[in-house]
Nanobody
Framework: QVQLVESGGGLVQVGGSLRLSCAASGSIFRINAMGWYRQAPGKQRELVATITSGGSTNYADSVKGRFTISRDNAKNTVYLQMNSLNPEDTAVYYC?????????????????WGQGTQVTVSS
């Protein structure tokens, strides 16, 4: 089995910064894309940023220029550096990873989610 464990959320004032981390562990052969999503109260979960195994990134328009996604493949970890935070960034942030595992003689791909970490930006 595979687990994604997030850390780094918390309470921050407007204009502040936070860095989220998400470490994958377990039966991992290779990790493809990794990403961060968020869900604010009463809203649907939305994409924040993704990063491929090769390092190509994609951002939601609302976070471009403020957030930076990165990964350490040796540590199976993805990061989200969040700067210039504003109240609209308040949400539960979820880590996502597309992971290839091996079971006996075959490989399989599965999409995994972390448990979520709360980010609250106070004005």
């Amino acid at each position: 089995q595979v687990q994604l464990v997030e850390s780094g959320g918390g309470l921050v004032q407007v204009g502040g910064s936070l860095r989220l981390s998400c470490a994958a562990s377990g039966s991992i052969f290779r990790i493809n894309a990794m990403g961060w999503y968020r869900q604010a109260p009463g809203k649907q979960r939305e994409l924040v940023a993704t990063i491929t195994s090769g390092g190509s990134t994609n951002y939601a328009d609302s976070v471009k220029g403020r957030f930076t996604i990165s990964r350490d493949n040796a540590k199976n970890t993805v990061y989200l550096q969040m700067n210039s935070l504003n109240p609209e960034d308040t949400a539960v942030y979820y880590c996502n990873a597309d992971i290839i595992s091996s079971s006996g003689l075959y490989y399989y791909t599965k999409d995994y989610w972390g448990q979520g970490t709360q980010v609250t930006v106070s004005s």
